[in-house]
């Protein structure tokens, strides 16, 4: 059997995920793909069953 060795250096970043907090009922959640500096994402609130509320989150990467 033949074996190869990977670090870091040979890794990708495949899918990433932003933490974000429910300004109306605190509940967290992970959302993906919502990395791009600069932009207004509007979030539904999914894992409070009694929010639903929307929110925006403002990604900056500083």
């Known amino acids: ?5 990977c670090t870091y250096a040979d890794t990708e970043v495949a899918s990433l995920y932003t933490h974000v907090q429910c300004p109306y009922c605190n509940h967290e959640q992970n959302k993906l793909d919502m990395d791009e ?4 994402y ?3 609130c999914e894992e409070c069953e009694e929010c639903e509320e929307q929110y925006e989150v403002y ?4």
């Open 42 to 44: 509007v979030i539904e």
């Open 59 to 62: 990604f900056d990467a500083s």
């Open 1 to 5: 059997m033949e074996r190869i060795y």
């Open 37 to 40: 500096c600069g932009k207004i």
